[in-house]
């Protein structure tokens, strides 16, 4: 509690001071995330990059940077990239957690005790971010969030943006009031942001894929059987030429799905960016802007087709692309800018397909092995309700309300089966979580699975039991068409490993392999702009800038 109290009152005081500045101080700062984006398809297709990823990768670029905690999921990877923080401090330690006292779960961006089910917001997120830390320092400086998706968009524009958007299906790009400015400026700008699409699609359906696959990608069209699933591999995928057909198609939950799992969604995603950049002159003002950007089709692609086929090399073929006509169009603004792009997690493949590569993966599932624990532990100790709650198999929640010692005894009897089970690599119980703090500066490439299960825990949050499953275990058995094929969310490197590139034009060329993590990203860029941080968990990049004060030596 008094790290806690220390920790607010420096952040109100907002300690430390901006280095000597070596190149023109960026007046925008454009902070991207590619949802899924891991290391190992980075790396994958780097070398057929053309537009905007090639650009990226000019810069200073660590191809295999972390999010260094256990629980890889959109919303605590989002919630680390612009505040400096792990997961544990930012207080999103999922998309979502069992909350004792409603005993319900709830939402990483969900609005307590309120009854508009679309009302969303930063309320849980516990620490500010590099935009608030901007509109501290100079109230007229712009903040803007844009995502397909609402937690990712939330996450990034933090406390007090100027226009926080993201996708709603059959809807178009939407706000709340509990998010941001929600005035009539702002909802105009929505409805003509949507208005444009919209006309634009009822002259003629939208192309969700290049009629054409790459020439690079072509070796990867394969048919595949994911579970019960039949995947031809070809791109387009199957089913998403037919959704934009039917008349109406636009209100479909076929076309939908389509569009979110389709490049589409990323170029409207950054459509919207570039508007507002020109719309608000962003950079022309004498303080820096902040544009963050979240593109999740990588993620539904990843999710639905898996990360190792033609549809993903085509998905990150269409994102190169788009990335580069948005940075084109940032250019015309002659603006001194500075992107940062990065990735919230990363993913595994299908475990049907890492088969075929020689790697052991298995599809479990997760409810059935929950269901058995709870049958279990009823009969161990003659229990008349489940006493373990689990929407993630990963974290368990023990439930034995205001019998402390009946707690312990369901909690010990939980643990020992679950460390019988053939699937599970590890069991660990809240208290030594609790205890795994990392010492300072270890790298995020050698901490054990208690220390990144630390990075991810909160004492009012966490769950009470850590399962670990083996390496490149999948979660679920997918039944029909439209079903996950693979995910992602473990403790695993393949999970955490994601790419942080830093350009700006003029910046120097140099590929890194330091360890760096995310939680870097928003100190550096503070440092870089001259804007003063209250105490985080990432360290400025030395690399990136001589930084005052201690950076991260050697990176
Ligand atoms: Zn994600």
């Given at each position: 509690m008094r790290f806690y109290l220390l920790r607010l009152l420096a952040m109100l005081s907002l300690v430390g001071a901006p280095a000597a500045s070596a190149a023109p101080t960026p007046r925008l700062v454009i902070a991207i995330s590619v949802d899924q984006f891991s290391s190992e398809v980075y790396a994958r297709y780097r070398e057929n990059y053309s537009a905007g990823l090639k650009r990226l990768s000019s810069g200073i670029a660590f191809p295999v940077g972390?999010?260094?905690?256990?629980?890889?999921?959109?919303?605590?990877?989002?919630?680390?990239?612009?505040?400096?923080?792990?997961?544990?401090?930012?207080?999103?330690?999922?998309?979502?957690?069992?909350?004792?006292?409603?005993?319900?779960?709830?939402?990483?961006?969900?609005?307590?005790?309120?009854?508009?089910?679309?009302?969303?917001?930063?309320?849980?997120?516990?620490?500010?971010?590099?935009?608030?830390?901007?509109?501290?320092?100079?109230?007229?400086?712009?903040?803007?969030?844009?995502?397909?998706?609402?937690?990712?968009?939330?996450?990034?524009?933090?406390?007090?943006?100027?226009?926080?958007?993201?996708?709603?299906?059959?809807?178009?790009?939407?706000?709340?009031?509990?998010?941001?400015?929600?005035?009539?400026?702002?909802?105009?700008?929505?409805?003509?942001?949507?208005?444009?699409?919209?006309?634009?699609?009822?002259?003629?359906?939208?192309?969700?894929?290049?009629?054409?696959?790459?020439?690079y990608c072509q070796s990867l069209v394969k048919p595949h059987h994911f579970g019960d699933i039949d995947v031809n591999g070809k791109v387009p995928p199957t089913g998403a030429v037919e959704a934009t057909a039917a008349p109406g198609f636009a209100s479909r939950k076929e076309f939908q799905g389509a569009f979110r799992a389709s490049p589409l969604s990323d170029t409207l995603a950054l459509d919207f960016a570039a508007n507002m950049a020109e719309r608000w002159k962003l950079g022309s003002r004498r303080n820096t802007d902040l544009l963050a950007i979240s593109l999740s089709a990588t993620d539904y692609v990843g999710h639905l087709y898996g990360n190792g086929g033609a549809e993903m090399c085509a998905q990150i073929h269409a994102l190169d692309q788009s990335l580069g006509a948005f940075l084109h169009r940032i250019d015309r603004l002659s603006v001194p800018y500075l992107v940062v792009l990065t990735a919230d997690h990363g993913a595994a493949d299908a475990p049907e397909r890492l088969k075929e590569h020689g790697i052991t993966a298995e599809r479990v599932d997760g409810g059935a092995v929950i269901r058995a624990l709870n049958q279990h532990l009823r009969h161990a100790l003659s229990l008349d309700s489940d006493p373990i709650i689990a929407d993630d198999a990963q974290l368990l929640y023990v439930s034995s309300p205001g019998d402390a010692r009946l707690a312990r005894r369901i909690s010990s009897e939980a643990v020992n089966w679950l460390r019988q089970q053939s699937s599970v690599e590890a069991v660990l119980t809240r208290d030594a979580v609790a205890a795994a703090a990392p010492v300072a500066g270890k790298s995020p490439a050698e901490l054990t699975l208690a220390e990144r299960l630390n990075e991810s825990f909160n004492p009012d949050r966490s769950a009470d039991i850590f399962v670990e499953f083996k390496k490149y275990t999948t979660f679920g058995w997918p039944h029909r068409q439209g079903a996950s094929v693979a995910g992602h969310g473990s403790p695993w490197d393949?999970?955490?490993?994601?790419?942080?590139?830093?350009?700006?034009?003029?910046a120097p060329s140099k590929t890194s392999s330091a360890p760096v993590e995310t939680v870097d990203i928003a100190p550096t860029i503070a440092n870089m702009i001259g804007i003063a941080t209250p105490p985080v968990d990432g360290h400025c990049l030395s690399r990136v800038r001589i930084c005052s004060g201690k950076g991260a030596p050697g990176n």
């Open positions: 972390y999010q260094s905690h256990a629980t890889t999921e959109t919303c605590p990877g989002h919630s680390t990239i612009l505040t400096g923080d792990h997961p544990s401090h930012t207080g999103i330690i999922g998309n979502s957690w069992f909350d004792r006292n409603s005993g319900s779960t709830v939402y990483c961006v969900e609005v307590a005790g309120n009854n508009d089910p679309r009302a969303r917001g930063p309320q849980k997120l516990r620490v500010t971010t590099l935009g608030d830390w901007i509109k501290q320092a100079h109230p007229r400086s712009r903040v803007v969030a844009i995502s397909g998706k609402d937690r990712a968009a939330i996450m990034m524009g933090g406390h007090k943006p100027d226009l926080v958007a993201w996708w709603v299906d059959g809807v178009g790009f939407e706000t709340s009031q509990y998010a941001g400015r929600a005035d009539d400026e702002i909802q105009n700008i929505l409805e003509r942001e949507n208005a444009g699409f919209a006309k634009a699609w009822s002259s003629a359906p939208p192309t969700l894929w290049p009629a054409q696959v790459p020439a393949y999970d955490r490993q994601v790419p942080i590139l830093f350009w700006w034009r003029g």
